[in-house]
């Protein structure tokens, strides 16, 4: 009976972590094409749909690292992206609470499978860094921590470093904490700046 008992906790355990971890790739490839859209393209209007637009290249290569970094250890190396917020009074109390909360401290590094992410076009995943890219041609990289959701999971938080760059460095980029809401099903962010 013990050990039914122990395996029945381990799969109800296991469910949910792997619900949580399931909606933190929903949550990359969401806030991926929200960013991309809003910041890449400065189309802040969700209706306008992305192959209506011309575009001066047709197409953009992505990288996004499948890597993510404990948000609790960014917050160490980063203390300035999470102390003075510009945020909403209502944004800043749920910012807060949920840096304040048992899942920042608990998030441990992972890695995940970029296949699951899914871009909208113009954008094309590359899935390695290509040593044979020339100094000319630019792709745009993605890195994030893990997401801290609160307990519905409809909110939560995120460290993203975003860079535009190529073969030899790159020119510009963001990086900042972002708070992330998840609404009508797709999940998109509260810059904090």
Request: charged share 30%; glycine share 4%; with cysteine.
């Amino acid at each position: 009976m013990k050990k039914f008992f122990l395996y029945i906790i381990s799969i109800i355990f296991l469910s949910c972590g792997n619900d949580y971890e399931k909606e933190e790739i929903k949550v990359i490839s969401d806030i991926t094409n929200d960013y991309l859209r809003r910041s890449h393209l400065n189309l802040d209007d969700e209706y306008i749909k992305l192959d209506t637009i011309q575009v001066e290249d047709s197409e953009f290569d992505v990288y996004i690292s499948d890597a993510l970094i404990p948000i609790k250890q960014i917050k160490e190396d980063n203390e300035w992206m999470f102390s003075n917020n510009n945020f909403t009074k209502k944004d800043s109390i749920l910012f807060n609470e949920l840096i304040n909360s048992e899942y920042f401290d608990s998030l441990k590094y992972r890695e995940f499978n970029k296949t699951e992410i899914k871009l909208d076009k113009p954008y094309n995943q590359m899935f390695e860094k290509d040593d044979k890219t020339t100094s000319a041609e630019i792709y745009l990289m993605f890195n994030f921590s893990r997401v801290c959701f609160n307990n519905e999971m409809d909110k939560g938080i995120v460290v993203i470093d975003y860079k535009i760059g190529g073969k030899y460095g790159f020119t510009q980029g963001y990086n900042m904490s972002l708070i992330i809401l998840k609404v009508n099903g797709k999940w998109t962010y509260i810059k904090n700046d």
